[in-house]
């Protein structure tokens, strides 16, 4: 038994339809659209001019039309009454157009500041993680360690160093988490130190230990090191513990993104939800904090 499944939580199923089959093609660069004006939640669908669609991505117009959009009465109950709102959670142009980005079915048509709410209300107010990642010479691994953030819901990303990173590795996931800048390892530990949160280096360095078995945190921050030298020593002076990736072959180290995605499993198969679903999303029915993904 996994540790979230004595816990239960209202689950708000949208009236959406079943979405047809959907492949997560590589979606595009940011690119201008006429149909959505500059609306964050429509401009992450490929096809653009700079990046050639390779599939069919997500699900057309909303079934049926306007008239038959979901809606909400005075109290936000689901209406089916033509007069009442539409679901204030609905961006009116991806159910009018079809909404081809990289979302997780549930949450298909929904606007990015609604995904970003449902996701930070599944967070558990004592269970959550937050990822930091040193930044001192523009790491291309930064985009994919975003990315595997925002797959396991993570609080937050911390960015030290630099504040400019590349984001081609995220594939849009930036903008459905919050992303922090600090200048500094220093201004890193005391955000978490203000925050009560422990922060554990991860890295494969003398005197780490084995991330293998080791009782994670329900609460922490993860911190990574720059891919060319690693975590650096006032990161290493500022966690409580690192943790190393116990590794087998012949290579001195994994490349970050990969560590990051390796360590910020081990904390959800201790502490949040795992991946079912066609989608690789919580599977209909389930439940839990995590797992009550509409
Ligand atoms: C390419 S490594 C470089 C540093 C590495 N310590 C070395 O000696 O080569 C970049 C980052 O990936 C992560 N990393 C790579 N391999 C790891 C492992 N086996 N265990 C934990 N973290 C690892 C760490 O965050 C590290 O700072």
């Known amino acids: ?9 209202a689950l708000l199923a949208p009236t959406g339809p079943v979405a047809g089959p959907v492949l997560l093609a590589l979606a595009g660069p940011r690119s201008s659209c006429s149909r959505c004006s500059g609306r964050r939640a429509s401009h992450d ?4 001019a700079d990046a ?7 699900v057309g117009p909303w079934p049926g039309g306007p ?15 033509r007069g009442d709102r ?12 079809g909404d081809r980005r990289n979302v997780v079915d549930a949450y298909r048509y929904w ?37 595997t953030a925002n797959a396991f819901n993570a609080a937050g990303v911390h960015v ?47 005197g780490s230990v084995p991330l293998e078995g080791y009782a994670l945190p329900p609460a922490c921050v993860l911190l990574l090191g720059q891919e060319s030298t690693g975590l650096t020593a006032e990161a290493v002076e500022a966690c409580r513990e690192v943790l190393h990736i ?10 970050a993104g990969a560590a990051g995605a390796i360590a910020l499993h081990a904390w959800a198969a201790q502490h949040a939800v795992p991946a079912t679903g066609a989608d690789g999303g919580a599977a209909p029915g389930r439940e839990g904090p995590q797992a009550e993904r509409p």
């Open 246 to 255: 116990t590794q087998l072959g012949s290579t001195r180290s994994l490349n």
């Open 67 to 81: 008239d038959v959009w979901p809606r909400v009465d005075a109290s936000g109950a689901p209406s089916s009454d």
């Open 111 to 147: 606007t990015v500041e609604a995904i970003v709410a449902d996701m930070d209300r599944r967070r558990p107010a004592d269970r959550f993680l937050h990822v930091a990642i040193e930044n001192w010479a523009h790491d291309l691994n930064i985009g994919s360690v975003v990315r």
């Open 45 to 48: 669908a490929p096809g653009s």
């Open 160 to 206: 030290v160093g630099r504040r400019r990173w590349n984001r081609r590795g995220a594939m849009v996931t930036d903008r459905y988490l919050h992303v922090h800048h600090h200048a500094s390892v220093a201004e890193l530990a005391a955000w978490a130190a203000g925050e009560d949160l422990p922060l554990l280096g991860v890295d494969n360095l003398p």
């Open 1 to 9: 038994m996994w540790p979230w499944q004595e816990d239960d939580g």
């Open 52 to 58: 050639p669609e390779v599939g069919v991505v997500g």
């Open 86 to 97: 539409v679901d204030p959670r609905y961006d009116p142009e991806l159910l009018a157009h």
